[in-house]
């Protein structure tokens, strides 16, 4: 009886530490969308692409005129860093107040999306990598859309 017991123990044990080895090894396996997105210089090269899209757009280009370039560039990185679960803490405005006065409609800010997604691409950013940061800037858009 007591070898019964035993092995009972032994199976039980057995079968706890598989669940907790593929429970951790698949946390391990699947990467942030940061790193599937190609990380840092994956970001620098949307947000450099976004800027020079922004400036040769009649929609958008009158929001972003009296910008400072160097200031957006930076925060706006940290910002898609921070929202791709890279290591990056963004602690700067809200999109609330960051967009405040700015009384942006539902077109312009399609288009501005439309843009975005023309900086992904010429950053060779997947469309399933594409969607997977669209989803997460989504719920962005009440914050921004004021008209």
Same mark, same amino acid.
């Given at each position: 009886?007591?070898?019964?017991?035993?092995?009972?123990? =032994?199976? =039980?044990?057995?079968?706890?530490?598989?669940?907790?080895?593929?429970?951790?090894?698949?946390? &391990? !396996?699947?990467?942030?969308? *940061?790193?599937?997105?190609?990380?840092?210089?994956?970001?620098?090269?949307? %947000?450099?692409?976004?800027? +020079?899209? !922004?400036?040769?757009?009649? %929609?958008? @280009?009158?929001?972003?005129?009296? &910008?400072?370039?160097? *200031?957006?560039?930076?925060?706006?990185?940290?910002?898609?860093?921070?929202? %791709?679960?890279?290591?990056?803490?963004?602690?700067?405005?809200?999109?609330?107040?960051?967009?405040?006065?700015? *009384?942006?409609?539902?077109?312009? @800010?399609?288009?501005?999306?439309?843009?975005? !997604?023309?900086?992904?691409?010429?950053?060779?950013? &997947? *469309?399933?990598?594409? +969607?997977?940061?669209?989803?997460?800037?989504?719920?962005?858009?009440?914050? !921004?859309?004021?008209?």
């Amino acid at each position: 009886m007591k070898i019964a017991k035993a092995s009972i123990i =032994l199976i =039980l044990l057995a079968s706890c530490l598989s669940c907790s080895t593929a429970n951790t090894n698949k946390s &391990s !396996i699947t990467p942030s969308l *940061y790193v599937k997105m190609g990380q840092q210089p994956a970001l620098d090269k949307i %947000v450099d692409n976004l800027i +020079n899209i !922004i400036g040769n757009d009649d %929609v958008v @280009f009158g929001h972003f005129a009296d &910008s400072n370039i160097t *200031y957006f560039r930076k925060n706006l990185t940290v910002f898609l860093c921070h929202i %791709v679960d890279g290591p990056c803490e963004y602690s700067g405005d809200t999109m609330q107040d960051i967009h405040r006065g700015m *009384y942006i409609n539902k077109n312009q @800010f399609n288009h501005f999306v439309e843009l975005f !997604i023309d900086a992904m691409e010429a950053a060779e950013i &997947s *469309y399933p990598i594409q +969607n997977q940061l669209l989803a997460r800037l989504a719920p962005l858009r009440e914050s !921004i859309i004021k008209i």
